[in-house]
């Protein structure tokens, strides 16, 4: 509303005056009455007479400039609108220092955290979906580090874990696909397949996936979601039959096969360095290496095992070697140690798991003893300096611990099958593989019974195939049977 709308409304009303004056005259005449000079004048009418909710009203609908001029003009109007419109800073500054209301926002930062740490996890997620500054502040690293230290598989305490993972996980994100490892949450990929049955061997890097066919060593690079390359960048080729067992360290490929010699790569460059032919009299069925890759320990079909030393050269030339007493099918070395735990078949005498100081050349420890006869071992691993992990014909997975000579822990398989192979985060979650139907079981350390089952892939319909081996990161799982090579993703 303009000052041209109050004129109006004043002409309006002076026409409404000037209308009630004729009729008042009217009814004077109709009635005989002759007016009179003497009578009192009638008062006029104008806008100030119209009360203060109206003329408020009117104000209101005004645009600022109006307003402005008509607050000018009359010092009535003025009052009007400052009386009704605005509020006295000492009442309002009086109403605060009463009442001291705060909203949940208004509190610092610090502050909030130090509320926030005391939510579960799920609480933590409704937090985040009221507002912007809560998302943020409910994301915080602080408040999910505890939380993320105990997540089964993605936690990323182990090094040697965190070095063969593509990505150091925010704690969010270990919390998010530790869910998914518990729940069993994972996207399966069959990466390559073969027409003819093999016995294939997995190894693991950061940027790269090493399996064994036959008698080749195939190199997959890794995609940035955990994925394998359909294409390789190295086949690595030095044996006349099949591969037994290989391990990347160092620097180095170095592998076993059953043709009895070990063969020797460059991981980087995959340069032939040296191949040492007949080492044993039977199959090479285990094979390390320790020393930043100066000696190499192996195992043979032939019940015993062999101590190398790698010269300048590149030629391992034996340095001792030691009856065991029964086929060695398995070995792992303890790098901090020296120590050698060898896994044998179980049949006679000697125990399935034997302990060997290669700097001694001489046994220290025999463990399994009352174990049944012909529970061999067919893979074993170190967790740390006194303790680690077994499985094989038996159907169970023990941990063991040195200190004792004994074992303090078994998970035993439901399915009631051998266990050809496992792989740990090294911190509470064990993954199995089993003789048949690709089947693996996903354990937490601090429980006897499997969490779930999962069931690869084959390379054909109702084909069933042992899990040869298997290798595990923070957020992926690959698996080798006979014919295929299959991927379960956890971060997607």
């Not at 005449?29 to 007479?49: C, I, M």
């Not at 040697?160 to 270990?174: A, I």
Request: proline residues 3%.
């Amino acid at each position: 509303m303009s000052a041209l709308d109050l004129a109006e409304i004043s002409a309006c009303l002076r026409r409404i005056r000037v209308a009630d004056r004729d009729r008042r005259s009217a009814q004077n005449n109709s009635d005989g009455q002759v007016p009179s000079n003497r009578n009192k004048r009638v008062k006029q009418t104008n806008l100030l007479d119209l009360p203060e909710e109206i003329l408020l009203d009117i104000l209101e609908l005004c645009d600022d400039n109006s307003r402005s001029a008509a607050m000018s003009a009359s010092a009535t109007l003025a009052a009007i609108w400052t009386q009704n419109t605005e509020v006295p800073e000492t009442k309002t500054n009086m109403l605060d220092m009463n009442d001291n209301i705060q909203t949940l926002d208004c509190l610092p930062s610090d502050v909030l955290l130090l509320i926030l740490k005391y939510l579960d996890i799920k609480s933590l997620g409704r937090v985040a979906q009221v507002c912007r500054r809560l998302k943020s502040l409910a994301y915080a690293d602080c408040l999910w580090i505890r939380a993320a230290s105990k997540v089964l598989g993605s936690n990323q305490l182990d090094q040697s874990v965190l070095r063969r993972s593509q990505v150091k996980f925010s704690p969010r994100e270990k919390v998010r696909i530790g869910s998914s490892w518990r729940q069993g949450t994972a996207l399966e990929t069959v990466v390559s397949l073969h027409n003819k049955k093999y016995m294939p061997r997995l190894q693991l890097e950061r940027d790269k996936l090493w399996i064994s066919w036959g008698k080749t060593i195939w190199c997959h690079p890794r995609l940035k979601d955990g994925g394998i390359s359909s294409a390789t960048t190295k086949m690595l080729r030095g044996h006349k039959d099949d591969v037994s067992k290989f391990v990347v360290t160092g620097g180095m490929v170095v592998s076993g096969g059953r043709d009895r010699s070990i063969c020797g790569w460059n991981s980087k460059t995959g340069e032939f360095l040296f191949a040492r032919r007949y080492c044993h009299d039977s199959d090479v069925t285990a094979i390390d290496v320790t020393a930043r890759g100066s000696v190499i320990v192996t195992g043979s079909r032939d019940k015993t095992m062999g101590i190398w030393a790698l010269g300048q050269d590149f030629y391992p030339f034996l340095v001792k070697q030691l009856p065991v007493g029964e086929r060695v099918w398995c070995l792992n070395i303890c790098q901090e140690t020296g120590l050698t735990v060898i896994g044998t078949s179980g049949l006679r005498g000697p125990a399935p798991l034997r302990l060997f100081d290669i700097s001694q050349g001489q046994a220290v420890l025999d463990l399994g003893r009352q174990l049944r006869h012909g529970s061999g071992m067919l893979d074993v691993a170190w967790l740390n300096e006194t303790s680690l992990l077994s499985c094989g014909y038996d159907t169970c997975t023990r941990l063991w611990d040195t200190r004792i000579g004994a074992s303090v822990r078994t998970w035993e398989e439901t399915s009631d099958e051998s266990v050809y192979c496992f792989d740990t985060d090294k911190v509470n979650c064990l993954v199995t593989g089993t003789a048949y139907y690709g089947r693996c079981s996903v354990w937490d350390f601090r429980s006897t019974k499997p969490m779930y089952t999962m069931y690869a892939t084959p390379a054909r319909r109702r084909q069933s195939s042992p899990c040869y081996s298997l290798v595990m990161d923070s957020a992926n799982l690959y698996v080798a049977l006979d014919q295929s090579l299959n991927h379960f993703g956890f971060s997607t």
